[in-house]
């Protein structure tokens, strides 16, 4: 079955493998996503994110070279309105990073989380679009 169009663009970065399969297989099946790239480093989210059009990026914290708080500031810089959510197991280590960047953080263990989360920002910016 396809998808509607109008679905957002999600960019997916985390370094291990794994999770980026299970983002991309969750997210996949979500009705208003679709996953768009996919990066194992903040630099590769960067690059993903502009060349993607993203709508949503779902970052790992802790990844080799460009941690995702990097990334997310830089992100931020080049896109106010992007919605940039941090799937990590490191939640702990960035309270002020998402108050600053105003950024969702979604502890690992937490896949439902997530995908509530993923939700409620689908809704605001089908809402807000309509």
Known sequence: ???P???L????ADDDDSVRMLLKVTLGMSPGFEVVGEAANGEEAITMTELCRAD???L???MPGCT?????RRIRQMHPTIDIVFFTAYEDAL???AAELYCTVVPKSGIDELEQVMGTIAR???ANAG
Do not use: L, T
């Not at 663009?9 to 997916?12: Q, S």
């Not at 995702?68 to 997310?72: D, H, I, K, L, Q």
């Open 5 to 7: 169009r109008g679905d």
């Open 1 to 3: 079955m396809d998808k």
């Open 124 to 126: 605001q910016h089908f």
């Open 9 to 12: 663009r999600v960019v997916v």
């Open 95 to 97: 309270p002020e990073v």
């Open 56 to 58: 949503v990026v779902v």
């Open 68 to 72: 995702g708080a990097m990334a997310a």
């Open 60 to 62: 790992d914290h802790m």
